[in-house]
Antibody, heavy 122, light 107 residues
Framework: EVQLVESGGGLVQPGRSLKLSCAAS????????MAWVRQAPKKGLEWVAT????????YYPDSVKGRFTISRDNAKSSLYLQMNSLKSEDTATYYC???????????????WGQGTLVTVSS | DIQMTQSPASLSASLGETVTIQCRAS??????LAWYQQKPGKSPQLLIY???SLQDGVPSRFSGSGSGTQYSLKISSMQTEDEGVYFC?????????FGSGTKLEIK
């Protein structure tokens, strides 16, 4: 069974940093593109970052580019999101998500974690 | 960036009724579209990919269609468990973008 378990969320002050983790199991982690998607309270979904199977390629929207860094450790089947210079508008539940099928970058997400809440507030 | 416009924002349907949700892309996305269902307090679930392919385990009353810039999700016979919010998403180009969602309720 595919499982994605996020951790690391919490309350953080504006301008500070936070690192999220996602532990994956039930599939060959190194074969899949992985992503982070967030959802502000009572709002829609916003894609945050994607990383290739090897970690050599990363993609971000302008809203987080330069502040967030996605990374992975295939030996540990783990995905990470380093978030720096946090703003109030980064307040959201952050989901770890697995791409649709192995090896290729489909950009659709067949599996999602339960999410971890990040609150940016003074 | 490709903008995804969903309609309606909300709707209510009776049990057994056919429901259709629309999604329009700001440019041709060549069927690079997915649909998700999200129930309260839960993570999104993939329903449809490639505009019309049903994800494994999803009931056959769900179907997707469309091409170019216009896409739709149809629920052929509304069930109580279909209540939730539905999102479309384009996977063709970065940045990946989602529609704003359609809240579906039982009438």
């Amino acid at each position: 069974e595919v499982q994605l378990v996020e951790s690391g969320g919490g309350l953080v002050q504006p301008g500070r940093s936070l690192k999220l983790s996602c532990a994956a199991s039930g599939f060959t982690f190194s074969n899949y593109y992985m992503a982070w998607v967030r959802q502000a309270p009572k709002k829609g979904l916003e894609w945050v970052a994607t990383i290739s199977t090897s970690g050599s390629r990363t993609y971000y929207p302008d809203s987080v580019k330069g502040r967030f860094t996605i990374s992975r450790d295939n030996a540990k089947s783990s995905l990470y999101l380093q978030m720096n210079s946090l703003k109030s508008e980064d307040t959201a539940t952050y989901y770890c998500a697995r791409d649709f099928q192995p090896y290729n970058n489909y950009g659709w997400f067949a599996y999602w974690g339960q999410g971890t809440l990040v609150t940016v507030s003074s | 960036d490709i903008q995804m416009t969903q309609s309606p924002a909300s709707l209510s349907a009776s049990l057994g009724e056919t429901v259709t949700i629309q999604c329009r892309a700001s440019e041709d996305i060549y069927s690079g579209l997915a649909w998700y269902q999200q129930k309260p307090g839960k993570s999104p679930q993939l329903l449809i990919y490639g505009a019309s392919s049903l994800q494994d385990g999803v009931p056959s009353r769900f179907s997707g269609s469309g091409s170019g810039t216009q896409y739709s999700l149809k629920i052929s016979s509304m069930q109580t468990e279909d209540e939730g919010v539905y999102f479309c998403q384009q996977g063709l180009k970065y940045p990946l973008t989602f529609g704003s969602g359609t809240k579906l309720e039982i009438k």
